[in-house]
Nanobody
Framework: VQLQAYGGGLVQAGGSLRLSCTASGRVNGLNVMGWYRQPPGQQRELIGTITSGGTTDYADSIKGRFTVSRDINNPIKTGYLQMNSLKPDDTGVYYC?????????WGQGTQVTVSS
């Protein structure tokens, strides 16, 4: 399974970005897609997850600002992270992963920089 997260960039505080995650290869119909970020000099942290059935779970630190979703046309392999009301503290490298029977797969991250 290969994953690619993209859509990052530079945005002003208060702005929005939508990241996409696309999986390819042997992706199971039952999987959990997760979004994580790694701020500069810090450890990677969980943002939120979404099951293949659409159940979501979020870290308390971003509740109400970030939303994870699945693509309506390709829900097994494509997901999104909608980020609103961005703050400079949201700066970091954002990653997606897929957890399924057989393992956990990570993609290359995408840089998000929020300027004040």
């Amino acid at each position: 399974v290969q994953l690619q997260a993209y859509g990052g960039g530079l945005v002003q505080a208060g702005g929005s970005l939508r990241l996409s995650c696309t999986a390819s290869g042997r992706v199971n119909g039952l999987n959990v897609m997760g979004w994580y970020r790694q701020p500069p000099g810090q450890q990677r942290e969980l943002i939120g997850t979404i099951t293949s059935g659409g159940t979501t779970d979020y870290a308390d630190s971003i509740k109400g600002r970030f939303t994870v979703s699945r693509d309506i046309n390709n829900p097994i392999k494509t997901g999104y992270l909608q980020m609103n009301s961005l703050k400079p503290d949201d700066t970091g490298v954002y990653y997606c992963n897929v957890r399924q029977t057989g393992g956990v797969y990570w993609g290359q991250g995408t840089q998000v920089t929020v300027s004040s």
